[in-house]
């Protein structure tokens, strides 16, 4: 079992920047892969980006691509998104999820509590 824990979320105006990060224990949580994703109000999860045990793989949600960059510290085990030109529409609660790799909420099995992002036009 995976602990996940999100911090780094905040109000920042349209254009601007925040980095997320996603601290993970567990004696295995080096070796699993993790995802972002996210819920805005109404909305379902979606998911936002993905990157491999090893940080050589990663997948991105088009909406985010060019924007939003995901990277991981194994020595810290801690998974970083770092995202810029922030848009009204990324407003959402973001979730940290570790043990898959896929791009539906199914396809991970550890989950954090999540941070809240709130874009101001």
């Known amino acids: 079992q995976v602990q996940l824990v999100e911090s780094g979320g905040g109000l920042v105006q349209a254009g601007g920047s925040l980095r997320l990060s996603c601290a993970a224990s567990?004696?295995?949580?080096?070796?699993?892969?993790m995802g972002w994703f996210r819920q805005g109000p109404g909305k379902e999860r979606e998911f936002v980006a993905a990157?491999?045990?090893?940080?050589?793989?990663?997948n991105y949600a088009d909406s985010v691509k060019g924007r939003f960059t995901i990277s991981r510290d194994n020595a810290k085990i801690t998974v970083y998104l770092q995202m810029h030109m922030l848009k009204p529409e990324d407003t959402a609660l973001y979730y940290c999820?570790?043990?898959?790799?896929?791009?539906?909420?199914?396809?991970?099995?550890?989950w954090g509590q999540g941070t809240q992002v709130t874009v101001s036009s």
């Open positions: 999820a570790a043990g898959g790799w896929g791009t539906t909420r199914y396809d991970y099995t550890n």
């Open positions: 567990g004696h295995t949580a080096s070796s699993y892969n």
């Open positions: 990157i491999s045990w090893s940080g050589g793989s990663t």
